[in-house]
């Protein structure tokens, strides 16, 4: 699977995106959380750009399978040094995205496990949660840095809180951890047989 994945393109414009004949999965969450790391394990490659700085994906960023699968990766949220008039053209972008677009098929929102849910976090899924609805999955990142039982029993707390306060199924991955990678690639592959 991993040599058929290739980078699309990176949009700025909704008219600009390709055609709707694909099927497509967003990766979205905080800056920092984990993304681009997270779609190069589920792809086994490495397609998406890795930074140290938060903030820098400024557009939507394509990748795709075979003419198949397409996974949009959003710009993370909650951290940007982008000039105001920028950060509207991509909230608009976004906007127009998630209320327009006729093939999404999910929307994986992250989360860090060492974290949790922060306001940002929460505002978004209700948001979300109006046009999208049960098509939206979270996803928990970096498990490996939980290391004491304190952080760990936490993160049971952010697992109950999304399936009980936010009815959402969720997974909890590392990209240190192939079973859970190999988890969340099953699953997904399981929607294009």
Avoid at 86 to 92: A, F, H, I, V
Avoid at 162 to 185: V, Y
Wanted: glycine share 4%; net charge positive.
């Amino acid at each position: 699977m991993a040599h058929a994945w290739k980078f699309l393109a990176e949009y700025h414009q909704f008219e600009n995106l390709p055609q709707e004949d694909i099927p497509e999965i967003v990766f979205w969450g905080r800056s920092n959380v984990g993304k681009s790391s997270l779609i190069n394990s589920v792809t086994k490659s490495k397609i998406a750009k890795i930074s140290k700085t938060p903030g820098r994906t400024r557009s939507l960023v394509y990748f795709e399978l075979e003419k198949q699968i397409r996974f949009v990766d959003f710009p993370g949220y909650g951290y940007s040094k982008i000039p105001k008039m920028n950060e509207y053209k991509l909230d608009t972008l976004i906007e127009l995205y998630l209320s327009k677009r006729r093939n999404i098929m999910l929307l994986f929102l992250l989360i860090d496990s060492k974290h949790g849910f922060k306001e940002i976090d929460k505002i978004i899924l209700n948001q979300l949660d109006q046009v999208l609805k049960n098509k939206i999955f979270i996803i928990f990142t970096k498990t490996d840095r939980l290391k004491n039982q304190k952080d760990k029993n936490l993160l049971i707390e952010y697992n109950q809180i999304s399936e009980k306060q936010f009815n959402k199924k969720f997974f909890n991955t590392s990209i240190k951890d192939i079973n859970t990678i190999i988890l969340l690639k099953k699953f997904v592959m399981k929607f294009f047989k």
